[in-house]
């Protein structure tokens, strides 16, 4: 684990954690279009409704966006994805 960014700010922990999604999987040659499975763990709606209108509408596959309790208390959106090109 590390240091939560922008505690408190559901809109850029969204943000920074797809960027970093993002940089992850162009490191490996994909892009989110190859994403096939997708889990987004999300506090609360706002977060959910923020991951799905910044991301969903990229990816090839449906995700599943689940509101639950994320693993630390300041953190509001976790993301599990697997991609294939």
Same mark, same amino acid.
């Given at each position: 684990g590390g240091a939560t960014? /922008?505690?408190?700010? /559901?809109?850029?922990?969204?943000e920074a954690t797809l960027e970093?999604?993002?940089?992850? +999987?162009?490191?490996t040659g994909c892009a989110p279009k190859d994403v096939v499975h997708a889990?987004?763990?999300c506090e609360n709606e706002e977060a959910r409704r923020? /991951?799905?209108e910044r991301w969903s509408p990229q990816l090839?596959?449906?995700? +599943?966006a689940?509101?639950?309790d994320v693993c630390r208390p300041d953190l509001a959106f976790e993301i599990e994805?697997?991609?294939v090109r």
């Open positions: 960014c /922008f505690p408190g700010d /559901f809109s850029r922990q969204v970093n999604l993002e940089a992850a +999987l162009r490191q889990v987004a763990y923020l /991951f799905e090839a596959w449906p995700t +599943l689940v509101v639950a994805a697997t991609a």
